[in-house]
């Protein structure tokens, strides 16, 4: 699963209130009302399932507007806004300096709209999805038409078991300029030299081999008719359309379905925090987005005490029990004392996972760029900062980029040490 942080709203300067008309009346609930009605936007096939559902609710909020927006790929959607045909494009990818230089209409703004996984889709019988396991050396060789057969004794190595039969690897990539590819191709580079010299990293690269298909839905169509057959599609368009995916091999070279676990258990906090919270008081708010990683946090406690529990030595339970302590006794003051230091580390370590935070916090505290202690309204975070001025054209926003994550490592270590010494003297105390 490939992992990338999206850029899919790109709209002049002179647009950026229309562009982001029905977000900031969600937003603020302000009682002004902009004089524009209707908006037209192009590009982004990655992002259209979830803008077909924005832009129907958008007419239906107190100051909304009818959004007419075209899924023609991030290719289109920056030549269209280049061109001032429409009043925003969407893009997978950030547009390019040079891209940026032809504005005729004034500066470009890039406004991250939401996070969103390519998936490696196949057609193959009897290999359910999520069983099939890659690596990026792998797909690199098979897009570069170096890989051809299902059976090839890389794939198999790292598939034992698997009945991979002895067929031709039929490879599907996009037709159209496209974010989705210039996401992929960027991975590809940096996974493979020879992908990186022969194909390099763009929204239009010549591929070596392959059939080409136009948007995700394309693509996804012509693997879901083509026997064989292996693409990159965005994780929606698979899901919806039924395709098996493939497990890609993570930065550790290890543990295959962790970069995807960790990606749902994300998601799934983004959408609670903003059913729970966010669409029903129609703002973003500091406490959607503690809801938010709070959700992240529990399954990692959840894991840690559990491995922890089953480390006290089971002795000690029976001694207990032997004692006449009943069971609650026995887990109250002979379990918990001696798993407590791991249990408190367990809910560092889950600290420690949020901390560097910024998708959930970007769907629903928002950020802001004035300083609010009420958390009814969005609120801004340290990660949100690092994450937009890591992105600023001013240098000394960069460095107080720099300068929050460095602040970042310390609280965790602080923090940490901090824990160490509070539940060694719990230790020695007991």
């Known amino acids: 699963m490939l992992l990338q942080q999206r850029w899919p709203i790109t709209c002049g300067r002179h647009l950026f209130t229309l562009a982001i008309l029905g977000l900031t009346v969600l937003l603020a609930g302000g009682t002004t009302c902009p004089a524009t009605k209707s908006l037209t936007g192009a590009g982004s096939t990655f992002d259209n399932l979830l803008f077909s559902k924005m832009f129907t609710e958008y007419p239906k909020a107190k100051c909304g507007a009818d959004v007419n927006y075209q899924s023609v790929g991030s290719g289109a959607g920056i030549n269209d806004l280049l061109n001032n045909i429409v009043a925003f494009g969407a893009t997978d990818t950030p547009m390019t300096d040079a891209q940026l230089a032809k504005s005729k209409q004034g500066p470009i703004l890039h406004i991250p709209v939401t996070l969103g996984a390519e998936a490696m889709s196949y057609n193959l019988n009897g290999i359910p999805t999520g069983t099939l396991k890659l690596t990026g050396p792998i797909i690199a060789n098979v897009f570069l038409g170096q890989v051809k057969y299902w059976d090839d004794p890389a794939i198999k190595q790292i598939n034992s078991g698997a009945n991979l039969p002895h067929s031709t690897i039929t490879v599907v990539h996009r037709s159209d300029g496209s974010g989705t590819t210039g996401i992929f191709t960027n991975y ?115 894991s840690t005490t559990e491995d922890v529990l089953r480390l006290v030595p089971h002795e000690l339970r029976e001694a207990s029990l032997a004692l006449g302590a009943t069971e609650a006794r026995t887990i109250l003051r002979v379990v918990l004392p001696a798993a407590l230091s791991g249990i408190i580390t367990g809910i560092v370590l889950s600290m420690a996972r949020v901390a560097g935070e910024t998708a959930p916090l970007l769907m629903t505290a928002f950020g802001t760029q004035f300083f609010n202690l009420d958390i009814t309204q969005p609120m801004d975070a340290l990660p949100l900062r690092v994450f937009v001025f890591t992105e600023s054209p001013y240098q000394i926003q960069v460095n107080q980029a720099y300068a929050g994550s460095l602040v970042l490592i310390l609280l965790i270590l602080i923090t940490s040490f901090a824990v160490r010494w509070v539940t060694g003297g719990f230790r020695a105390r007991g």
């Open 188 to 302: 590809l580079s940096a996974v493979s030299d020879t992908c990186k010299s022969q194909v390099g990293a763009g929204t239009t690269v010549n591929w070596p081999t392959g059939v080409g298909g136009k948007g995700n839905a394309g693509v996804a169509a012509a693997i879901k008719s083509t026997p064989g057959s292996i693409g990159y599609v965005e994780l929606a368009y698979t899901l919806s359309n039924n395709l098996p995916y493939t497990l890609v091999q993570n930065g550790e070279k290890s543990n295959y379905e962790a970069g995807f676990i960790i990606f749902v258990i994300t998601l799934l906090a983004n959408i609670l925090a903003r059913v729970l919270i966010v669409v029903p008081s129609q703002t973003f708010s500091g406490l959607s987005g503690g809801v938010a990683l709070g959700i992240i946090m529990i399954p990692i406690i959840a």
